[in-house]
């Protein structure tokens, strides 16, 4: 079993196959490493794929306290696989908790990033949806205490944009649900705590977007609400970034449509590896509607 340890100490389990420039997966809050079995299977035919377990998730490392969780330590954390591997710039591809991690990532680690994969990305970050945001990050963590994990998945499994899932793949969202409640339930409590509780808003960090120069691809359902507006700001102030909606989609992208998702996220790597992928024309940019002067 492989190993990567983060600074605190923190070990993180990961896995890899395949050769050539590499890819790392960060997963989201409801999936682990195994979520990332269908990006692995496909990518890892062209590239060196690694998918880790974030601190929480076992057999990673279960820090006892939420301090030990935090949105640097996820950030930093994806710094500590690279590491662990001989790696000094690869792709990072993270979805929703993980495509916060890889966001962050770009901010604190620029020069080891080769690109930034940004899926689902935005749950709480519109300011009016803060307090709520934060209620609920503290009403999931106290459920996971209260009722164990495998409650909680019957229960978390069919929120509003996961629902598409189950509706396009019966099977696969069975295994998704299964999969969830093998988690840690202290794990995943101290995650909502410490991770997705205190995280700073989107809105809030409109500048460290605008100094991000990382090719970047931001990927999202359009039925995925909270991350739709989100998406959006990301693209305006990012100037390497450009925007995937995929349709008729929630927020499980990877699983819920894999040979889309590959598609989008597979055009995105071939272009940064050519070195096509463009920073935005400032002409694009202007108060003007049509370009002409009035």
Avoid at 27 to 42: K, V
Avoid at 100 to 113: E, K, P, Q, V, Y
Avoid at 174 to 199: D, I, P, W, Y
Avoid at 242 to 260: C, K, Q, S
Wanted: with cysteine; net charge negative; hydrophobic share 35%.
């Amino acid at each position: 079993m492989a190993y990567a340890t983060a600074e605190d100490g923190a070990r993180l389990y990961f896995e890899e196959t395949g050769s050539g420039e590499t890819v790392i997966f960060v997963h989201e809050f409801a999936g682990d490493m195994r979520s990332w079995e269908p990006q692995m299977r496909h990518f890892g035919r062209m590239y060196r794929c690694i998918s880790y377990n974030a601190r929480g998730y076992p057999p990673s490392d279960v820090p006892d306290s939420p301090t030990s969780y935090s949105q640097a330590r996820a950030a930093d954390d994806i710094k500590a696989v690279l590491d662990a591997v001989g790696v000094q710039k690869a792709h990072i591809v993270g979805l929703s908790m993980g495509g916060f991690a890889t966001l962050h990532f770009g901010f604190r680690h620029a020069a080891s990033a080769k690109s930034l994969c940004v899926g689902g990305c935005g749950y709480g970050a519109e300011p009016d949806q803060r307090e709520r945001f934060k209620a609920e990050a503290n009403t999931i963590a106290d459920f996971l205490t209260s009722a164990g994990m495998e409650k909680f998945a019957e229960a978390y499994a069919y929120g509003p944009t996961r629902v598409q899932f189950e509706n396009k793949d019966p099977r696969g969202f069975a295994e998704f649900k299964k999969m969830l409640g093998e988690h840690s339930a202290k794990g995943s409590a101290n995650t909502q705590l410490g991770v997705q509780r205190e995280r700073p808003s989107l809105y809030s960090l409109v500048e460290d977007m605008k100094k991000l120069t990382v090719p970047t691809l931001i990927i999202t359902g359009d039925e995925d609400w909270p991350c739709l507006l989100p998406g959006i700001l990301m693209k305006q102030n990012i100037p390497s970034a450009a925007l995937a909606v995929m349709p008729n989609a929630g927020h499980t992208i990877n699983l819920e449509d894999p040979d889309e998702f590959n598609r989008i996220v597979g055009s995105f790597l071939a272009q940064v590896e050519s070195g096509r992928w463009p920073n935005r024309d400032p002409r694009a940019v202007t108060a003007s509607i049509t370009g002409m002067k009035t």
